[in-house]
């Protein structure tokens, strides 16, 4: 891998290149150790769409895109919508476009473009999530041809603003009960689309409370007195003036926790008429006289199939959080690379923070996650690009799609949380300035964990999707197969309630230290272990829950529900897997051997950190003896202080400019502080008119007392 990384990227010190050093050396390995390529990584780490990633963050790098910190709501609403202004004049969102539309059809461009807009600012970048990611994909991936050129060029420049009119506050998460409707009126040949009553109302909704021209609203299509399920129309809802259209009432959410940049909103709509046309008829149609009709048979499977089109919110925000948990270590480790505390290991010098073990293990192995993934979502995103390119759109390859983007959103959305939470209290009090940014990048990332899919009910879905493989697999294998499962279950029961399996890790220790840390670095081992993990979760789930196929619906609802949370551990288990597999794959394709060595230290800080957050199910399952159980712990100690020379080298290979990181305290400040204090006190020392501390006069009058001692028991 080559680097073509900008010139105009921070050290790991956050300080431009080539402009004076306040600071002094950097730590660095020892000589001979292995040693990070910073720029192949930070190339690796842009992936397959480096050249649209690199454009983005030029764009972010810009202030007039970035986010006040003293704004009110209103002015943060009104400067936002100017910027996305600026982003439809510069035709940002034109890689989404298909070829007949005159787009490249670059999906996966689009959505890594787009990811790099959280450096800018975070209501800006889910802004533009709303008009193109979601009201505009919304009639792209759901309509036909007429509708393409009726409305996507308006809602590209901007001329037509809109809104994404899905949920619902009485119904959230569970769209296949909304309770808006859409009848058919033949007399007519138009839709009412009518809220029956107030918990159906469409809630959150960006651009809904000032901005939005028309929405894509997802009701119940209801034709000749059959409801047809949940589909999408396309419905105007202000005129050009802003005012609102007869029958739609509206409402502002007002101020939020965060991303207030975003006029989110209430709608509500009282037997609107609508044109027969406006119904976004990819999947299903009426004809005038109230005939419906579908390309895919199954009511269930084609509402998944609708809804599946929508992804790419799910894909954005996996990519989103990882981009702001980076930016999180960044100021932290760099942070914590130039302030110094206490002074037990100096007379004349305080100690730097991330020289202190407690401080490594609170910021590594949040990194190591970070950059798995990293490596995950590159993986999401040529899966999403594949489907929606067309190149490999098939129901199997869409399927995996969700599946792959409801385990990788959840997991990326909490890491940059907990992220960013623990970089806000790893700075102390700096940490907690606006303009340092780390409260307010918490503040708007709060609610990825519930939007475009509650991370809970993600996890669900993962799961479900796990147990019906699991069954398919059973159900397809012969009787050579089904010995085999017979006799992997009586392994599995073995390795629980026999000492054998447990007895042989003891063995091939010798109860040696040294060599229980060779096995749980090896990565075979690790695999196996992560591996064994998300079978065994799934396949207990799955056993348990056998008996709900011969029992009435709500004594099977009554039985999945007491099993909820051991199904939210094996979907948890089986997206540790998929990141730990990227981050190894990623390791492959580098050729540097320092660089690998490096990477691997941080992919086993990560393995070996997910096995000691779940080492009490490892030991009592069977799958770790109790020698290496207790060398885990000792293992992730002595990767950190491994790791500890490449910090600096590893947060640099994000490749942020000064104008991404905007944190005081990450861009030279603190070491100016700290080379001024180390500057006053070494004149101090130096001085001969400088005050005493009374601690030394008292030590030295004590040695003093202990000198004379010695000299009168000699006398």
Known sequence: MTSTTTST?????????????????????????????????????????????????????????????????????????????????????????????????????????????????????????????????????????????????????????????????????????????????????????????????????????????????????????????????????????GELLPGVRSEDDGPKGGLN?????????????????????????????????????????????????????????????????????????TYASQRRQFTAASPTEETVLLDYQSHLARLLPKLAATYAGAFAHEELLHAFDDVFSGRGDTPEAREDLETLAAALKPT?????????????????????????????????????????????????????????????????????????????????????????????QTATDAGRAERSSQSLRDAEFQEALLADRARVKVEEVALALRPAGRQSPADAAALVNKHQIEMLDAARAHADLLRWRAFTAAIERFEDEGTRAVLTDLRDLFGLSLVQADLAWFLLDGMLSAQRGRQVAAEVRRLLWRLRPHALDLVAAFDLAPEHVRAPIALGGEARRQEEAAAYFRAQRASTDSPLSEKVLRDAAKEAAREEARRAAKR
């Open 412 to 504: 990326s959305t909490r890491l940059a949380l907990d992220t960013i939470q623990e970089c806000r209290e790893a700075c102390g009090g700096a940490g907690f300035m606006a303009e340092n940014r780390l409260v307010g990048l918490h503040q708007d990332l709060d609610v990825y964990a519930t939007f475009e899919g509650d991370n809970t009910i993600l996890l669900q879905l993962v799961a479900k999707r796990l147990l019906t493989d699991y069954r398919q697999e059973l159900r397809s294998i012969d009787r050579a197969g089904i010995g085999r499962f017979i006799a992997q279950r009586a392994d599995t029961l073995a390795r629980r309630h026999t000492p054998w399996h447990r007895l042989v």
């Open 261 to 333: 940049g975003i006029d989110n909103g209430r709608l509500a709509f009282d037997r609107v008429r609508v044109p027969r046309t406006n119904l976004l008829n990819r999947y299903g149609d009426v004809a005038p006289d109230g005939t419906y009709s579908s390309p895919i048979d199954s009511p269930g499977r084609r509402f998944f199939t609708m809804i599946g089109t929508l992804v790419q919110g799910r894909v954005s925000l996996d990519g989103s959080a990882i981009r702001a948990s980076q930016l999180a270590l960044h100021i932290a480790i």
């Open 9 to 241: 990227a921070s050290d790991p010190r956050g300080i431009p290149r080539g402009t004076a050093d306040p600071t002094g050396p950097i730590p660095v390995p020892a000589a001979g150790a292995p040693r990070l390529d910073v720029d192949a990584v930070a190339e690796a780490l842009l992936g397959d769409w480096a050249e649209l990633r690199r454009a983005a963050r030029e764009r972010a790098r810009s202030s007039a895109l970035h986010r006040p910190l003293d704004a009110t709501v209103a002015e943060h609403r009104a400067r936002v919508f100017e910027q996305l202004q600026t982003l439809a004049d510069a035709r940002v969102s034109l890689p989404m476009l298909p070829e007949s539309l005159g787009g490249p059809n670059d999906n996966g461009g689009n959505v890594a473009s787009f990811e790099e807009l959280v450096l800018a600012d975070p209501s800006l970048q889910i802004k533009a999530g709303v008009q193109w990611g979601l009201f505009t994909s919304a009639i792209l991936q759901l309509g036909t041809e007429e509708h393409h050129r009726a409305w996507i060029p308006d809602a590209m420049s901007l001329a037509l603003p809109g809104a994404f009119a899905m949920t619902e506050i009485g119904h959230g998460s569970d769209v296949q009960s909304l309770a808006t409707t859409a009848t058919f009126d033949e007399a007519t040949e138009e839709w009412v689309i009518h809220t029956p009553f107030r918990a159906a109302w469409k809630d959150y909704l960006g651009n809904a409370a000032i901005h939005a021209r028309a929405a894509t609203v997802f009701a119940r299509l209801i034709t000749r007195g059959v409801d047809h399920g949940v589909h999408c129309f396309f419905v105007p809802v202000r005129d050009a003036d």
